[in-house]
């Protein structure tokens, strides 16, 4: 039942860590627009 999961601390932090290792969604995709360049050592 829903109260008896609630009761359940160890497997909610099993959970919490499971998908912060992997998560379902990649939030941070990011792609190049523009050429990037780096300035010269000068060496």
């Known amino acids: 039942s ?3 999961l ?3 601390v160890y497997l909610d932090c099993v ?4 998908l912060r290792l ?3 969604v990649d939030g941070a995709a990011r792609t ?6 780096l300035p010269e ?3």
């Open 2 to 4: 829903l109260e008896r």
């Open 6 to 8: 609630d009761s359940l």
């Open 15 to 18: 959970i919490k860590e499971v």
């Open 22 to 24: 992997s998560p379902p």
């Open 32 to 37: 190049l627009t523009a050429d990037d360049s």
């Open 41 to 43: 050592s000068g060496e």
